[in-house]
């Protein structure tokens, strides 16, 4: 056994040097060797009541356990260098062009914390099956636009996830951005917010979103046009519904009234008919991406189309050709991890929503006066779009609400989080109301110096104990009590000047998590249209003029 051991290592090392296996025999063994340690191979052994076998037959035992070895290290291996295949199709990009950034959430009580990812969609025609996917060969050398564009955001707990659309027309003030590649300088603008990606990549369409909505991204994925066709073939197609025949030459979508089930270059005219839904305006296409991503979650949950080694496969070779993400998720294992939190979300928990819009001149849509922001401070502070939140406090244990000591033994950070993508910080600001509040009596206010960037004012406190003292410091200065949390990543009473208070010493009536002024819901406005992930029975309005 020993000199079979012998033999194997030194084949081994014959094939490192000759530079087809890497050195890794340790996580061959695990990943390619059923659960096999090297050491449990074999050479010889007693047969039959104990006595060795003939010379012969043990130097064939010996090599065919030197054969079985290496098939196990060329399976393994295999599986490993396939692994970096797909690590290699994976394009990659930085998350955040723009000067200034917001700061990450904050983690919860229980240290989960919330995750939001940009999903974008490009109608990039820079190869020849985009070209010949969506059109307009005129258009190759044009950069891409983002004209889909969704917000995921998966709340700390996982329990639950909301999706936000913004319309491509939307008008939006594009900040400075700098191209990672050649180093060109964008300078700040106001266009349709599809044209953001021109400025040097995704990771402008990222600082874009978090002056528009005060939320920060964590991350982004972006497919084009031959990425969706190929995705919807390898998951078997996604099953829609129209309400009536539908025929839009634009989009070269076709379907009889009813339901229907898109795979391929169909799937692609369904995500880009406009003309043929609703008002034939971008906002029918939008609600027509919701109930066909809705649907694709379905499918992958239910697993039927995933059951066969070869179709996952080709789903993993269609999703990682099909993808441009930001660094920070740029490998199979952290896609993996990251589709392993997205499944513990139950479809029912899922919302699809459309940002509350009106049209504005010029062909512009901007976002509806307090329902928008209504429906992003949703999302900036973790509460789901659908109205189904359980209560944080529970009734037969509520939290403390009394300080637990007089307001000039309680220790108070502040911290100024003015600036943002387009505004720089006010300065002082963190010095002007730790003052404020040492004349409401809290003596040991201070002002930390430390950068911050953050669209709400917040006052967060570490421990249970310390409820109390924040909803004392709150009241002292006019916040309500919706902006006090409870989070394990800050240090005792915290309070965040943001970027809806950057002026006088008691905070504006009203502005607190929207501008409506008016008591808000938990959920989201009616105007956002929301649809339910597993309402199955959603069908699309077709527009009277391109029915057959």
């Known amino acids: 056994m020993q000199g079979g051991a012998r033999v194997r290592d030194r084949r081994w090392d014959s094939e490192y040097e000759a530079g087809r296996v890497p050195r890794q025999r340790q996580r061959y063994s695990q990943t390619g060797g059923g659960g096999m340690d090297p050491g449990d191979y074999g050479g010889g052994g007693d047969e039959g009541g104990g006595s060795p076998p003939p010379r012969k037959k043990r130097r064939v035992l010996r090599w065919f356990t030197v054969c079985l070895s290496l098939?196990?290290?060329?399976?393994?291996?295999?599986?490993?260098?396939?692994?970096?295949?797909?690590?290699?199709?994976?394009?990659?990009?930085?998350?955040?062009?723009?000067?200034?950034?917001?700061?990450?959430?904050?983690?919860?009580?229980?240290?989960q914390t919330p995750m939001n990812i940009l999903l974008l969609g490009s109608d990039s025609r820079q190869s020849k099956k985009n070209v010949q996917l969506g059109g307009a060969s005129g258009d190759r050398e044009r950069p891409p636009l983002a004209?889909?564009?969704?917000?995921?955001?998966?709340?700390?707990?996982?329990s639950n996830m909301s999706v936000i659309s913004v319309p491509r027309d939307t008008k939006a003030t594009i900040p400075k951005c700098t191209d990672p590649d050649d180093q060109k300088v964008y300078e700040e603008t106001t266009d349709k917010i599809n044209t953001s990606l021109q400025h040097g990549g995704p990771g402008c369409t990222v600082a874009t979103w978090e002056e528009l909505t005060g939320i920060p991204i964590d991350h982004f994925m972006m497919i084009d046009f031959a990425g969706?066709?190929?995705?919807?073939?390898?998951?078997?197609?996604?099953?829609?519904?129209?309400?009536?025949?539908?025929?839009?030459?634009?989009?070269?979508?076709?379907l009889k009234k009813g339901n229907s089930v898109v795979r391929g270059e169909q799937a692609l005219h369904w995500l880009r008919t406009r003309h043929g839904f609703g008002d034939g305006t971008d906002i029918g296409r939008a609600r027509a991406q919701h109930m066909y991503m809705n649907s694709m979650v379905r499918q992958l949950k239910s697993g039927t189309k995933l059951s066969d080694p070869g179709q996952m496969r080709d789903l993993a070779e269609a999703a990682t050709k099909a993808l441009t993400v930001d660094e920070g998720l740029g490998s199979v294992k952290k896609l993996y991890d990251l589709g392993n939190d997205l499944k513990r979300v139950p479809t029912k928990r899922i919302t699809m929503a459309t940002m509350p819009w009106q049209y504005a001149p010029g062909g512009y849509v901007v976002p509806k006066k307090g329902d928008a922001d209504d429906t992003f401070s949703l999302i900036r502070n973790d509460i789901a779009l659908d109205g189904r939140d359980k209560?944080?406090?529970?009734?037969?244990?509520?939290?403390?609400?009394?300080?637990s000591a007089p307001k000039s033994e309680i220790p108070v950070r502040v911290m100024n989080g003015t600036g943002s993508a387009l505004q720089p910080p006010v300065s002082g600001r963190a010095g002007v109301i730790s003052e404020q509040l040492g004349r409401r009596g809290f003596a040991q206010a201070t002002a930390d110096q430390t950068p911050k960037s953050q669209a709400d004012t917040t006052i967060s406190y570490q421990r249970e104990g310390e409820r109390g003292d924040a909803l004392a410091v709150a009241k002292a200065i006019g916040l309500p009590e919706s902006a006090v949390k409870h989070s394990s990543g800050v240090q005792g009473v915290t309070l965040v000047i943001g970027g809806d208070w950057r002026e006088g010493t008691v905070y504006p009536k009203g502005a607190a998590g929207g501008g409506s002024g008016k008591k808000k819901e938990n959920k989201a406005p009616d105007s956002a249209d929301a649809l339910r992930g597993d309402n199955d029975k959603a069908c699309m309005e077709v527009n009277p003029s391109y029915v057959w």
Do not use: W
């Open 228 to 254: 969706v066709v190929s995705m919807a073939d390898a998951v078997g197609g996604v099953p829609v519904c129209v309400n009536n025949n539908v025929y839009d030459p634009q989009s070269k979508l076709r």
């Open 391 to 403: 209560k944080k406090a529970s009734a037969d244990k509520p939290e403390p609400s009394e300080p």
């Open 71 to 111: 098939l196990i290290l060329a399976t393994a291996g295999a599986g490993y260098f396939y692994i970096e295949h797909l690590n290699g199709n994976l394009g990659k990009d930085v998350l955040n062009l723009g000067d200034s950034k917001l700061d990450k959430s904050n983690p919860n009580a229980a240290g």
């Open 147 to 158: 004209d889909v564009q969704m917000l995921l955001h998966v709340s700390a707990d996982r």
